[in-house]
């Protein structure tokens, strides 16, 4: 894997992502940390969207979440929310020094998974995806240092510039359409019917 910070020396390459895990813990959260974690299932004639992220590393970072733009949530920390989704294909759309992508075909009455994952960057972190099975999904939402938090829809964040949007969603299909198993796992993601 290629290591942005490699080139430098240790402890300054330490010191750059803590000062831009710092600056992004300073930015405002949209998300209410719930003390009980909900029933998982899907709404019928609707599907449910989890997305959890798996480890605390970066844990001072915000990545804020999208849906076709509209925002629908934040990770930060090691944390998992959920959202229902209208059937049919959708773009999911993680905001961070990258803009990761997801391409899912919604299904009435499936939930799907997708792993939120954290990289080093060079001024702040970098994310992606990858779809879960439910045994996995189960286990980290089990978890006591995973929390659960739901979007704060009297306090929304602002949707994904289109511009941004726009750009990330043809980059994604080129790759997709460049490299046909570089997206696989999330294009052919069937998810699952219950946790």
Known sequence: MFCPFRCLPRS????????AA??????SSHMIQRET?????AQPGRATLLIIRTTSFGWGI???????????????????FMTDVPLGP????????NKAVAKLNFQAGRIYAL???VYPGIWSARTGFSAMTAADARKEMADSSCDYREYN???PGKD????????????????????????KDTLEYQGFDSL
């Open 160 to 183: 994904l510039d289109p511009k941004d949007y726009k750009e990330a969603v043809d980059d994604f299909e080129e790759e997709a359409k460049k490299e046909p198993g570089r997206h």
């Open 12 to 19: 300054v390459a330490v010191l750059a992502f803590t000062i």
């Open 62 to 80: 915000t990545m804020s979440d999208y849906l076709d733009g509209k925002m629908i949530g934040q990770t930060r920390g090691r944390c998992f």
């Open 22 to 27: 710092l600056g992004s813990a300073c930015g």
């Open 153 to 155: 829809t009297a306090k």
């Open 115 to 117: 792993s939120q994952g």
């Open 90 to 97: 959708h773009y999911v759309v993680a905001d961070a020094e």
């Open 37 to 41: 974690k909900p029933a998982i299932s």
